[in-house]
């Protein structure tokens, strides 16, 4: 049993992890290039908490939409290898001539949290129960304003639950793009293709969908 179980089922009787107010996460960042940087934002250990037992108590509806993308090499946290990747990769780029390869823009930073509800159950809905504190969908939203400051724009870069959200959210997208024959490794894409159509009509739909949510593709 690793430390952070051991204090957690030290607590769990003794604290209420219901709370609705929003703390501070810890903000740093480490060398990435010469250039950059790249940026952490750790979540408070109570909000952090919060978090993870909303994931565990709607862990079978998050796994079913692990499981519905077959376009995902990150969807695999601890059975994915190097190998297994490659060889799906390169078993996709079979008979094609040319690879496009493209990422969304500050993934991490600019995720809109009240798009994870439009992306779990489409815009309309989620705007039309968007005071409804008892859909999962705007309780995980709201759970991860709580995390930094209440606010909306980003989501927490350096722990597992949000790789975990972001793994979602991301197959969620799959699905509305399913018709294409792209993989995916967390928002970098890689779209195999013969003919210049291929890519530009992927690419025009790859951009639309992401505008609905407001982000955007690298430049």
Not at 11 to 32: A, G, L, M, N
Not at 68 to 83: N, P, V
Not at 185 to 200: A, G, Q, R, T
Request: with cysteine.
């Amino acid at each position: 049993m690793d430390s952070l179980t051991k204090v957690f089922k030290e607590i769990q009787h003794q604290v209420t992890f219901k709370s609705r107010e929003d703390t501070i996460p810890i903000e740093f960042s480490i060398y990435k290039n010469d250039n950059e940087r790249r940026n952490f934002k750790l979540p408070n250990l109570y909000s952090y908490i919060c978090l993870c037992l909303h994931l565990l108590e709607y862990k079978d509806k998050y796994m079913e939409i692990l499981g519905s993308s077959d376009k995902s090499l990150s969807k695999q946290f601890y059975d994915s290898t190097f190998y297994k990747d490659k060889i799906k990769r390169e078993e996709n780029r079979i008979g094609k001539k040319h690879i496009f390869k493209t990422d969304i823009q500050n993934f991490y930073p600019t995720i809109y949290t009240h798009s994870i509800p439009w992306i779990l159950v489409g815009k309309s809905v989620a705007k039309s129960n968007k005071n409804n504190n008892k859909e999962y969908y705007n309780q995980l939203d709201s759970l991860i304003q709580r995390c930094q400051r209440g606010e909306t724009h980003g989501l927490p870069t350096g722990s597992f639950a949000s790789r975990l959200i972001a793994e979602i959210y991301m197959c969620q997208l799959d699905e509305r793009l399913k018709e294409y024959p792209y993989i995916r490794y967390v928002d970098d894409f890689e779209l195999p293709y013969n003919d210049e159509i291929e890519k530009s009509e992927f690419y025009k739909e790859l951009t639309k969908e992401l505008s609905c949510l407001n982000l955007k593709i690298k430049s």
